[in-house]
């Protein structure tokens, strides 16, 4: 019987038998990096949006508070499609989003790039 299972190979025989590794279920990198590079390039349309459509005075809020609920939304949006609880994944990814634009405004007032 191991003759017959290791016929095509031993190491893809242990990897399908006893890993339960498919060819056909592998990570595909090429189509993971196009989904990453349109997923980023849809995320930064709508604070560019926000950026572009709110008056000076009101241009860095507006675009935190789209950000912001943009965030949420996405938060909300992922695990239901997973199935997963939604209260828990929306806060974490509101709350770290609200983080990183928080550090990365500190890094640009710490070089002098903040207005």
Do not use: C, N, Y
């Not at 572009?52 to 499609?81: H, K």
């Amino acid at each position: 019987m191991a003759d017959a299972l290791s016929r095509k190979g031993a190491l893809a025989a242990h990897a399908r038998d006893e890993l339960g590794l498919d060819e056909r279920r592998l990570a595909r990198p090429f189509q993971a990096a196009w989904t990453a590079a349109l997923s980023f390039t849809a995320g930064a349309a709508l604070p560019l949006v926000a950026v572009a459509a709110f008056p000076q005075p009101l241009r860095i809020g507006g675009t935190v508070a789209v950000t912001l609920i943009a965030l949420g939304w996405l938060g909300d949006l992922g695990p239901r499609l997973g199935g997963a609880p939604k209260r828990h994944a929306s806060i974490r990814i509101v709350v770290w989003g609200a983080f990183a634009m928080a550090f990365t405004a500190g890094i640009g007032v710490l070089i002098g790039t903040v207005a």
